[in-house]
């Protein structure tokens, strides 16, 4: 239930990174939500961020935050491996959640939050902001009437060349590193929303000493003469594009496929271009989900729901322990 005014959601965001700052961006584009609470372990980041971005509070502890009585929602932007313990701490203060992806370090974990989440009525949704952007979801429904008649192979690459860093978050295992978690998740998902669970996967991965894969790519093998060649890496930078090749014709998702604004459709030898601008950074648009879902009452979202995040973070476990055997001497 909401706590303020249907016209008026309270937002509040846990965990002050760059992409909080393009959420905190982006909420200003909303005209029925507003950045409450900010919180960070610094008193004066969480100070400097509120002031930059209009939030009425700041906290330099969660705990704080999420016993604000005025919150409707918390925003959950801190490295992948707290996602958990930061989006339970928020359930079981009675707010609802928009949980930057993965929501869950695994399989085990997403299952709690939603049975939290169930436990105190409360919303709760994965931020794979992906599903709500419209060239993705353009693309996404040509697709589905047949455009390209039935899919056959989808290629998809996320790859930027990141400096090496045993301790940044991107190949900390304590943080959730690696390159399928922070954006090999983008070509799965890809794939998973089109065509479901492969019966067969394999996995070629570059791992350093920690066995955390700087680069990862993945074959998914339908049983219905459908493919699926999924890479990315820390290693290079490449376009971040997408295929999907059909029995009728071909639709290429342009850089950067993951929030697409630009997508063609080749069909009958004749090539038909789409564009279709995103709002902001590209956060309003799963803003504007969560809005409509709290107003209505709802604790999950029809387009992105939790049985949807439980696949995506099965999908990530089985790859991973592929991974670990790959790791084993």
Same mark, same amino acid.
């Given at each position: ?157 996320? /790859?930027? =060349?990141?400096?090496?860093?045993? +301790?940044? %978050? $991107? ?10 978690? *922070? ?117 999950? /979202?029809? =387009?992105?729901?939790?049985?949807? +995040?439980? %696949? $995506? ?10 991974? *670990? ?5």
């Amino acid at each position: 239930m909401l706590k303020s005014s249907s016209k008026n959601i309270k937002w509040a965001i846990l965990g002050l990174g760059k992409i909080a700052s393009k959420m905190a961006q982006d909420l200003q584009l909303s005209h029925r939500s507003q950045l409450w609470a900010v919180a960070s372990r610094s008193s004066d980041k969480a100070q400097n961020f509120a002031q930059q971005f209009g939030a009425a509070k700041y906290y330099s502890s969660y705990s704080e935050l999420c016993t604000d009585p005025d919150v409707d929602i918390v925003y959950i932007a801190t490295p992948h491996a707290f996602h958990y313990e930061h989006s339970l701490l928020a359930l079981r203060n009675g707010k609802a959640v928009l949980c930057e992806k993965p929501i869950g370090m695994n399989r085990k974990e997403v299952e709690a939050l939603i049975a939290e989440a169930k436990s105190q009525n409360c919303f709760l949704m994965e931020g794979l902001w992906t599903r709500f952007i419209p060239g993705f979801q353009a693309a996404a429904n040509l697709i589905e009437e047949g455009s390209i008649g039935r899919i056959q192979i989808i290629e998809a690459n996320f /790859s930027f =060349k990141a400096t090496y860093d045993p +301790s940044s %978050r $991107l190949f900390d295992p304590k943080l959730g590193g690696g390159a399928l978690r *922070d954006i090999g998740i983008y070509p799965l998902y890809l794939s998973l929303h089109l065509l479901g669970i492969a019966p067969k996967m394999n996995l070629e991965a570059k791992l350093d000493a920690n066995g955390i894969d700087r680069a990862c790519r993945l074959i998914l093998d339908y049983s219905s003469n459908q493919l699926a060649d999924l890479n990315c890496s820390f290693l290079e930078t490449r376009p971040v594009e997408a295929t999907i090749y059909g029995s009728e014709g071909k639709l290429h998702l342009k850089h950067r496929f993951h929030h697409c604004e630009q997508f063609v459709l080749h069909q009958n030898g004749l090539a038909k271009e789409y564009q279709l601008p995103m709002r902001g950074f590209g956060y309003y648009h799963e803003i504007e989900e969560v809005e409509n879902c709290l107003m209505a009452g709802l604790l999950q /979202s029809d =387009k992105h729901s939790w049985n949807d +995040s439980l %696949r $995506l973070s099965n999908e990530i476990d089985r790859a991973l322990q592929i991974m *670990d055997q790959i790791a084993k001497p």
